[in-house]
């Protein structure tokens, strides 16, 4: 089947939970390879069997390079224990999950696949080159580029919202997430990858170290009965994929070009791995 064709029938199929970007209405049917609100707007399933609710293309600063770089080291097993620990804070039963800045969509790929493949999946980013990237994994999930600050679901459509490394809009996962509705957010620990931002970063630098007092603090403000799980593991590194580990995150973007040339000469064998999974039905 044809991406185009494959979209198309995600679409047909769970239609209910779109909703135009022009006037907020649901859509209510699809022709051809088209979605179509009652006052007519229309949106077209694209190519990659994704759709594209943003009306201008946004600049952001994963490029091509960053994104194939986490693509190596995601499907090579940097996040697995994350992926499980967020698919244990799930509820069992099978249900509609929509992974927030998904990114290219590993992560969320993996976490249906542990599931089962059971789920609906949805996953979203601002970014069109991510979202490329997403459709052409093997997997069940639907992807489509939007922008958190306007989700393009239906009220209380969603039963999972889940957040690997992404920023958030409470207000925004409140409105699509289903009454009691599960909200799991992972953020990372002054621990996750220290070892490359210590190379990275002399020890007068501000970026030497990491706190994440500022997101904790806010998520923990905004949801006072919200768990809170540490997950920590040691990674091996495949050594052909050093040189992306050090490039996928942003980390290394205001490192000083000699230390990122001696970081690259310097492969290390093991990461560690430290975030918080936040848990909290809404
Ligand atoms: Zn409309």
Known sequence: MKKIDRGTAFVQQHLSLFQCPTCRAAYTEVDGHSLVCPNHHTLDVNKKGSLNFLNRNVDTEYDDAMLASRRKVLSAGLFDGIVTAVGTALDAQAQTILDVGTGEGTP???????????????GFDISKAGINLATQL??????????????????????????????SAYEEFNRVLKPGGRLVKVIPNAGYL????????PVDSKNHTYSNDKVLNHFMATYPQATQQRVQYTWTIPADIYVDLLH????????????????????????TVDVTVLVVDV
Do not use: C
């Open 108 to 122: 969320l790929a993996k976490l249906l696949a542990e599931r089962n493949n059971q789920d609906v999946g949805l």
């Open 138 to 167: 093997d997997t069940d999930a639907f992807y489509l580029v939007a922008d958190l600050a306007h989700l393009p679901f239906m009220d209380h459509q969603i039963d999972t919202i889940v957040e690997f490394f992404s920023p």
């Open 194 to 201: 220290h070892e490359l931002r210590e190379m990275l970063y």
């Open 248 to 271: 996928m995150t942003p980390l290394h973007w205001g490192a000083r070009p000699e230390a990122q040339a001696l970081a690259e000469q310097t492969p290390l064998d093991q990461v």
